[in-house]
Every structure is written in structure tokens, then in C-alpha cells.
């Protein structure tokens, strides 16, 4: 079992930057790739990134370049840095793990989720 617990969510103008993370405990944390998604407002949960133990990532079309996924495996953190904030971009963003090493991109890949928090971005 690993629970995982995100944090750094909050208000940001547009054209801000915001950093999250997220904590994972209960299990060797190199074992298992770390992804983020969002679900905003009347949305479905979309994938944003993911990355592995030994740093191979992968992203969302759409976001790359703006976003930027990293983790600490002496911290059992993952992080996801955001940039050039756009309003389109409010959403609750999650945390979430899978065990191995191959990143994935959909929801039902991952077994682990985290409770989300929020990001709002003000035009």
C-alpha cells in the first residue's frame, strides 16, 4: 500500500508559477512511477505527466513545456512544477503511483491516487 499526500496547490494570477508535491510513504518509493493528471471543472481526469525511478518522463502534449515533472527518491517526492499559468489551467491536480518502472498515461494504469489539491488560476 502507499498513500500518497500532495501539497503547494493554490490561487496564481496568470502567468504565474506554482510547484507541487507529493508525499509517498508505505512502500519502497523507487519502485513505482509517479504521475500527476488534473480534473477540472465539469471535466474528466486528463494526464499531465509521469516519470519513473531512474528519471524517464513522459507528458501531455498540450502541457509540455510549460510543466515539468521531477522527484527526490531520497525524499519519496515527486514534484510537478508549472509555469506560464493560464486560467484554462484551474483544476484539481492529483497525485498518483503505479508499481514498476514503464510510465503510462491513463487512469486506470495507476493504483494509487492521492486526494488532490486545488489549483486556481485568475485571469
Known amino acids: 500500500q502507499v498513500q500518497l499526500v500532495e501539497s503547494g496547490g493554490g490561487l496564481v494570477q496568470a502567468g504565474g508559477s506554482l510547484r507541487l508535491s507529493c508525499a509517498a510513504s508505505?512502500?519502497?518509493?523507487?519502485?513505482?512511477?509517479m504521475a500527476w493528471f488534473r480534473q477540472g471543472p465539469g471535466k474528466e481526469r486528463e494526464f499531465v505527466a509521469a516519470?519513473?525511478?531512474?528519471?524517464?518522463?513522459i507528458y501531455s502534449d498540450t502541457l509540455k513545456g510549460r510543466f515539468t515533472i521531477s522527484r527526490d527518491n531520497a525524499k519519496d517526492t515527486s514534484y510537478l512544477e508549472m509555469n506560464s499559468l493560464k486560467p484554462e489551467d484551474t483544476a484539481v491536480y492529483y497525485c498518483?503511483?503505479?508499481?514498476?518502472?514503464?510510465?503510462?498515461?491513463?487512469?486506470?494504469?495507476?493504483?494509487?491516487w492521492g486526494q488532490g489539491t486545488q489549483v486556481t488560476v485568475s485571469s
Open positions: 498518483a503511483a503505479r508499481p514498476g518502472t514503464t510510465v503510462k498515461l491513463t487512469t486506470d494504469e495507476y493504483s494509487y
Open positions: 508505505g512502500r519502497t518509493f523507487r519502485s513505482y512511477v
Open positions: 516519470i519513473n525511478y531512474s528519471g524517464t518522463s
